[in-house]
């Protein structure tokens, strides 16, 4: 499973993004997809999650601002980012989850950054 994400950018505090993954290859195994992100000096963290039944997980500290989203025709996911803010700036990469490999598909990540 290879994963392109692209999207990332500049944004002032209040703006939006939006993010996208594509996969293609073996996608017949993958569960899930995901988004993770790591800001500089901290570990890598969960963003949100959409399984392909389309349940949806999010960070806590994401909820209610960021939106995650599959088109299965076109095999690829979306973060649609609102209200962003300073402490969302990190690099954000995409994953994909299957029963052998878990969260062992990765995509490059894609540079997020939020002025204030």
């Known amino acids: 499973v290879q994963l392109q994400a692209s999207g990332g950018g500049l944004v002032q505090t209040g703006g939006s993004l939006r993010l996208s993954c594509a996969a293609s290859?073996?996608?017949?195994?993958?569960?899930?997809m995901g988004w993770y992100r790591q800001a500089p000096g901290k570990q890598r963290e969960l963003v949100a999650f959409?399984?392909?039944?389309?349940?949806?997980t999010y960070a806590d500290s994401v909820k209610g601002r960021f939106t995650i989203s599959r088109d299965n025709a076109k095999n690829t996911m979306y973060l649609q980012m609102n209200s962003l803010k300073p402490e969302d700036t990190a690099i954000y990469s995409c994953?994909?989850?299957?029963?052998?490999?878990?969260?062992?598909?990765w995509g490059q990540g894609t540079l997020v950054t939020v002025s204030s």
């Open positions: 994953a994909a989850r299957s029963g052998f490999l878990g969260w062992g598909y």
């Open positions: 290859g073996r996608i017949e195994s993958i569960n899930a």
């Open positions: 959409i399984t392909n039944g389309g349940s949806t």
